[in-house]
């Protein structure tokens, strides 16, 4: 949703949770967060498109332009315009170049498909440059675990960061929209484990549950079965957010920092 407490045009995201938003956002197209960025910059371009005609035009470039820097701008990845323009004339003709560099047409508007081509190209470039997720992309076990430890305790930044993690987690996993993930569609919890044991497993942590780790492909499926089941009040085929969350937090995190 292209909405922010602080600013009608950011993202409901805290800093930290920007970045692993927009690195999954421009490094996978099938994410739910490229479709979220996609939707962003759609509703920037159609608010700029005064004439309501599917264009934006010279007139109206530089209110898109300054939609989009004031997302990086307010998680502090963007210099604000005095900074980057000692005249207005040089704001101009910076403004100008970069119309010029996307109209590739060369038809004197700008359409969606160059927009959306230009911002990818350019947030992929910036991103190369942001620093990794505070927590989910430690170069190792140690400062993971010691992140952990703070993380699993409400009210903490790191409790929300990792609450957002989890969040975006269970929604890629909701493929039907519903507010639930299925032990129906054996992929997707075995899908959702896999994802929340990626960064433990790349950092040597190991979970006591050997089941986790099971190769047996029918063993382990089965063992999924019965953690799902037992992990959600009902013990039924579904699971809501908050108790994919509850499960993670006491089940997984809590288990390798003891």
Known sequence: MCAATTNVTGFNKSKEDFIWFIKRATSDRKSDAHGELYHCLLKMFVDADTNKDGLVSKGSFSILIDTAASIPRMYGYAPLDADLYKTEGEKEKARQNMFDSMDLKS???????????????????????????????????????????????????????????????????????????????????????????????????????????????????????????????????????????????????????K
């Open 107 to 257: 038809t004197g508007v700008i359409t969606f498909d160059e927009w959306y081509d230009y911002s990818m190209k350019h947030i992929i470039a910036k991103t190369a440059t942001i620093p990794p997720h505070p927590i989910l992309d430690h170069g190792n076990k140690e400062a993971f675990l010691k992140v952990l430890k703070v993380a699993v305790k409400p009210g903490t930044p790191e409790h929300t960061e990792m609450f957002w993690f989890l969040t975006e987690l269970f929604t890629d996993s909701d493929f039907d929209k519903k507010g639930v993930i299925t032990i129906t569609d054996k992929k997707t919890f075995a899908t959702i484990m896999d994802k929340l044991f990626e960064t433990p497993t790349k950092l040597g942590l190991v979970h006591p549950d050997k089941g986790m780790y099971e190769k047996d492909a029918t063993k382990k499926a089965a063992f999924l079965n019965t953690l799902f089941r037992a992990n959600n009040p009902r013990g039924d085929e579904k699971m809501t957010l908050d108790e994919w969350i509850l499960f993670a937090m006491e089940k997984v995190f809590k288990v390798f920092i």
